[in-house]
């Protein structure tokens, strides 16, 4: 088998499937990766979603990451658990992985570096 060069990686063509616009800097899940929104992308058109590099995120909590650190993404920001406790009638939910935080974050800090996945 073969495989021929293609694009770089840093960013991927995405086209948005959604009815409203992605702004740029969005966070999005992309199976079980998370890419950035490069720019605005209009619904039904194509545009760039960044899959490298170094993004500053909200932190889920107050928990102390240490660089190097494997991080994941849920909707209240990024935290070092794996899932997310559920109701007592609901299992957990599996968190999406970010990537690693790129610099410490300590307990009382709102926001962390995390080095995207890609």
């Known amino acids: ?42 619904p039904g058109e194509l545009g760039s979603v960044h899959v490298s590099g170094v993004y500053e995120f909200d932190k889920a909590d107050k928990t102390e990451i240490k660089m190097g650190t494997e991080v994941y993404f849920t909707d209240a920001g990024i ?7 559920g109701e007592e009638e609901e299992p957990g939910t599996d968190n999406v992985p970010a990537g690693y ?15 995207i996945n890609g």
């Open 1 to 42: 088998m073969k495989a021929s060069y293609w694009q770089r990686g840093e960013a991927l063509d995405y086209v948005n499937a959604a009815e409203t616009k992605i702004e740029a800097g969005t966070v999005l899940t992309i199976g079980k990766r998370v890419g950035i929104a490069g720019t605005d992308i209009n």
């Open 79 to 85: 935290t070092a658990s794996a899932t997310t406790p």
């Open 101 to 115: 935080a790129a610099a410490d974050s300590p307990a009382d800090s709102t926001k962390i570096y995390v080095k």
